[in-house]
């Protein structure tokens, strides 16, 4: 019997999309404290590096909570492809009103980040749902594909950098704000002609209540062990996340922007490329993470997910 290892179509689609998402939503996320504590003279709001972090908190725990309301809409309402389609034109709604932000237009400023994080809360929860359905239980694609998909994440953040920095040196902040949009809109012109790809969502499921959904599940003793140790692993690493997006997108970025030499042969570095570095590792590794869990997993003797777990917090 012969084994597909070749990826399915549709994570490529998947891939593709999600690195123009990311790539717009890094892009906002890497230069939202450096806007915010910009001199007016310099195109910024002329806040207090104080004041900025905080709105980059503030944003950033939108962007990370309203995808629990996204993705309950997108599960009882709208389906995940449309979902998806639904939170990629926000994200392009926000993006083209940031050209019109300043000090002076903070209603249309706070409007434009409200966009983006209520786009980012369909589409973030939607697009794994959607990668999750192109393969069975027991393929043992399934994880080199979603090792793939954090891949093409990590492309979209390396690129955000980059582009992001570099426009911001020659157009300013309005433009390189307004320029993850226009990436937004490719993603999603190759999203939505590659439906054919995809496993939809069937449009109408079986309700069930709670005891029988129980009843299906047979839940052992074993079962809810883990459970409950899984939910207490999402606690810490929840902490985790907001620590480390804080640092990342803000306490990071003012410590480089401010109190770093990083001019090199006469050219200054812009902030944002440093944002790029830790993208660009993973981008080289996840690939040779991939290989091997397949590789593994075709010889029979697939990696369980715990003991990846175990090393990438040893790691850590």
């Known amino acids: 019997m012969i084994m597909k290892t070749q990826q399915p179509k549709g994570m490529i689609v998947l891939g593709f ?41 503030k944003y950033t725990l939108a962007a990370f909570t309203f995808p629990l309301i996204g993705g309950v809409i997108a599960d009882k309402f709208l389906g995940a492809f449309r979902a998806s389609i639904l939170g990629a034109l926000l ?26 994080a209520s786009g980012t809360a369909f589409f973030k929860p939607s697009m794994p749902t959607l990668l999750g359905l192109l393969y ?9 594909g979603f090792n793939l998909y954090y891949m093409c994440i990590n492309i979209g953040a390396m690129i955000a950098g980059f582009s ?35 496993i939809l969502l069937p449009k109408e499921k079986k309700k069930t209540n709670l005891s029988e959904s129980i009843a299906v599940l047979h839940l052992t003793k074993a079962h809810k062990k883990a459970i409950s140790y899984l939910l207490l692993s999402f606690v810490f690493y929840a902490v985790w996340a907001i ?8 306490t990071l ?14 050219y200054d570095i812009p902030t944002t490329f440093f ?33 990846q777990m175990y090393f990438a917090v040893f790691l850590a």
């Open 275 to 307: 944002n790029s570095l830790e993208s660009i590792g993973i981008v080289i590794f996840a690939p040779l993470v991939a290989f091997i869990l397949t590789h593994y997993a075709r010889k029979g003797k697939a990696i369980h997910f715990f003991s």
């Open 164 to 198: 992001s920095g570099l426009l911001l040196q020659h157009f300013g902040y309005q433009v390189a704000f307004a320029s993850a949009g226009l990436g937004m809109v490719l993603g999603l012109f190759v999203f939505i002609l590659n439906k054919k790809h995809l």
């Open 253 to 266: 970025t003012v410590y480089t922007e401010n109190y770093t030499y990083k001019t090199i042969l006469g």
């Open 17 to 57: 999309t999600e690195v123009f998402e990311r790539l717009s939503y890094y892009t906002l996320s890497f230069l939202l404290v450096l806007y915010a504590s910009a001199p007016i003279a310099n195109g910024g709001l002329g806040w207090s590096k104080e004041d900025a972090l905080m709105l980059a908190g």
């Open 136 to 144: 069975s239980p027991t393929d043992i694609r399934r994880e080199g």
């Open 91 to 116: 994200i392009i709604a926000g993006h083209c009103l940031m050209l019109f932000s300043s000090h002076e237009n903070l209603v249309i400023f706070y409007g434009a980040l409200f966009l983006v």
């Open 243 to 250: 620590v480390y997006n804080i640092v990342n997108s803000g």
